[in-house]
């Protein structure tokens, strides 16, 4: 009897979490769909596969609140933490081009512990 609850509730509280995005963002079931299979069901940015509610995040303009892609929970958090900054996202990119990962470079390697 609670496996069954359980599942029941999972189910319920996904169809919350879609009807949320679906109103947030005014999208239709449909465009979801095709935005998800014109993506091949991947995150726009690494590829990783989308594979279900709780791994797909809505990317949008924060102004317009117009999706611009679905990617993964790593590269949605990325960009928020860019502040969705182009300038800084460059800077980041270019910092990493230059130093190299920290790992490469200053981490001390086992032996030298």
């Known amino acids: 009897m609670r496996a ?3 599942a029941w509730r999972d189910r ?15 999208l239709t079931l449909d465009q979801f769909a095709a935005l998800e299979e ?5 995150c726009v940015i690494c590829g990783e596969y989308l ?6 995040h809505t990317d949008h303009n924060h102004a317009t609140d117009k999706v611009r892609g679905l990617l993964c929970k790593g590269c949605n958090m990325g960009l928020g933490n860019f502040s969705d900054s182009e300038e800084r996202l460059r800077q980041a990119a270019d910092y990493l081009h230059r130093k190299g990962s920290y790992a490469e470079n200053y981490l001390p ?3 030298e512990v």
């Open 38 to 42: 014109s993506q091949n069901f991947c």
């Open 12 to 26: 319920v509280n996904e169809w919350r979490r879609w009807q949320g995005l679906f109103n947030r963002y005014k």
């Open 4 to 6: 069954t609850v359980k």
């Open 109 to 111: 390697s086992r032996q």
């Open 51 to 56: 594979d279900g509610v709780s791994n797909i």
